[in-house]
């Protein structure tokens, strides 16, 4: 009898807890029922209706599918779209794992590399159409960079590629989306315990092996976090590449945008089912080169 008392007791807690975590979980899980689940159903039922010039009626069809993956236009914006994508993904890299090595390894004082990662987020401060379109006058044809390199004789006639072209654009995306790429970065950094690599060099090891096998495999969580934000911001750009581009660069963001302007619901729901569809298989693709639960 006094076993049953005990086994009541301790169980009565268990079942107090259980139902509590529940209702903390409850509200984050309304909230994404209510605004992630239930629009990305409507998105996918809206695709299926029939599309005609002027107005569209819920009857399902797959015309807007065929006619998507049949058009050159959209098929040509989803090519762009994962092209930019995985330049911009590679150049935000490229610049931005250099920057976070020296903030999180090279600089050893906490305050000071605080600081210059609060220096990095700085062109947050002001807005977004701001700091794409203060691009403007550096890449135009009369812009600072092409004035810089007339003086110093490198050019004799100004670059017209650097403004509204595919390189304008990726230039745009690297420096505004560069910065989630060195806070992860520069955060896995940070925790790298220093004796490790003191132990490295005292046994004869060059920077490049410790870098290469102990710097990099630690670091790679944040690279993962960091590809994961560019990732998702860069696939679902509209803005940069209207703005600096002259919309010569279409993507599929700038599709939907427009496919939403002309009142042409079913195709937009279409690009944004493709769109959704890619950004998912990037992220479960990103999320399988390292355990996050694990590292960090």
């Given at each position: ?20 975590g529940?209702?903390?979980l409850?509200?984050g ?5 209510l ?7 409507m ?6 209706w ?9 009857k ?8 998507f993956?049949s ?11 994962v ?8 150049a ?18 906490k ?9 990095c987020?700085i ?12 691009w ?7 812009g ?9 004789g ?38 790298i ?27 790679m969580?944040?690279?993962v ?12 750009e ?6 600096l ?14 496919q939403?302007?002309s009142l ?22 990103l ?8 590292e960090?």
């Open positions: 009898m006094a076993a049953i008392t005990e086994t009541e007791s301790t169980s009565a807690p268990t079942v107090r807890n259980s139902r509590t529940l209702w903390l409850a509200p899980v309304i909230w994404m029922l605004f992630l689940v239930l629009p990305i159903l998105m996918v039922y809206v695709s299926f029939t599309q005609t010039t002027f107005k569209i009626e819920p399902l069809t797959l015309q807007s599918w065929i006619t993956f058009s050159d236009t959209y098929l040509g914006a989803l090519w762009t779209t092209r930019i994508w995985l330049t911009v993904l590679a935000t890299l490229l610049v931005g794992y250099p920057a976070a090595l020296f903030v999180g390894l090279f600089v050893k004082n305050t000071l590399s605080t600081v210059l990662l609060v220096l987020v062109p947050f401060w002001t807005s977004f159409l701001i700091r794409v379109l203060a403007r006058p550096m890449l135009g044809k009369e600072a960079i092409n004035m810089i390199l007339l003086k110093l490198v050019i004799t006639q100004p670059i017209e590629v650097l403004l509204f072209s595919d390189l304008s654009v990726i230039i745009g995306m690297t420096q505004i989306y560069c910065v989630f790429m060195v806070g992860p970065i520069a955060f896995m950094l940070g925790r315990d220093p004796s490790i690599i003191e132990a490295a060099q005292d046994l004869g090891a060059s920077f490049w092996r410790i870098f290469r096998t102990i710097i990099l495999p630690l670091s969580p944040g690279v976090v960091g590809a994961i934000f560019v990732s998702v911001m860069v696939l679902g509209f803005a940069t590449s209207a703005a581009s002259g919309r010569k660069v279409n993507l599929l963001g700038n599709i939907i945008v427009t939403v302007g042409k619901w079913a195709f937009a729901a279409v690009a944004g089912v493709v769109l959704t569809i890619l950004m998912g298989a990037v992220v479960a693709t999320l399988r080169v390292v355990d996050l639960r694990k960090l």
